[in-house]
């Protein structure tokens, strides 16, 4: 059974501070990694992707991605109260034809 | 403007009342998908669609039908719905990916309640 597993939380940051959400994966054939921001009672909202080993920074976003230990992190920079949501934590193959697989989320609070 | 759109945003039901939930989306997405999210469950598949005239189903897809007749729009039908399909329940679209999995836009979600 394919797995993406994350704290479920909730994380709690002070408002400026560096939120660091995890997320570990079971199957060795994933190569494409999505993180989503999901507030309460709305749709899951595309925060980053990243397909290759390393850091991709996007504005206070980074996503780092570590293959060889089947694991996904997402950094967010200058923490902000509107930054509190569960983020959702994705994997999934190289192509359409592989299924995505969800986690069940962290919830993060940035306390101002 | 790029967006899934889901009809309706919320329903309440009986037991047994056929249901159909629409979806549409206007970016030219070959794939589409809906899941269900359960609090302490997460996102679950039900059923999803490569293109047009295919689809298959995805984790959860007893008691739901779907068809893909046009390429924009991806319907999810409960024929004879039951109060376990109480959910809330979102629409997604994506690129076809060949050479990467390609990131999906939700839309606003449905929230279905059986009485």
């Known amino acids: 059974q394919k797995e993406v597993e994350q704290n479920s939380g909730p994380l709690s940051v002070p408002e400026g501070a560096i939120a660091s959400l995890n997320c570990t994966y079971s199957?060795?054939?994933?190569?494409?990694f999505f993180w989503y921001r999901q507030y309460s009672g709305k749709s899951p909202e595309l925060i980053m992707f990243?397909?290759?080993?390393g850091d991709k920074e996007d504005g206070r976003f980074t996503a780092q991605l570590n293959k060889a230990s089947q694991y996904v992190s997402l950094l967010i920079r200058d923490s902000q109260p509107s930054d509190s949501a569960t983020y959702l934590c994705?994997?999934?193959?190289?192509?359409?034809?592989?299924?995505?697989?969800f986690g069940p989320g962290t919830s993060l609070s940035v306390i101002p | 403007e790029a967006q899934v759109t889901q009809n309706p945003r919320y329903l309440i039901t009986v037991t047994g009342k056929k249901l159909t939930v629409t979806c549409s989306q206007n970016?030219?997405?070959?794939?589409m998908s809906w899941y269900r999210q359960d609090p302490g469950l997460g996102l679950r598949q039900i059923y999803y669609?490569?293109?047009?005239?295919?689809?298959d189903k995805g984790d959860v897809p007893e008691g739901y039908k779907v068809s893909r007749k046009e390429k924009r729009n991806f319907p999810l039908i409960l024929e004879s719905p039951s109060p376990n399909q109480t959910s809330l329940y979102f629409c997604?679209?994506?690129?076809?990916?060949?050479?990467?999995?390609?990131?999906?836009?939700f839309g606003d979600g449905t929230r279905l309640s059986i009485l």
């Open positions: 970016m030219n997405h070959e794939y």
């Open positions: 997604a679209s994506s690129l076809f990916g060949r050479y990467s999995n390609q990131p999906q836009h």
């Open positions: 199957d060795r054939g994933s190569q494409s």
């Open positions: 669609s490569m293109n047009v005239e295919v689809t």
């Open positions: 990243i397909y290759s080993n």
């Open positions: 994705a994997g999934a193959g190289k192509t359409s034809y592989d299924k995505v697989i």
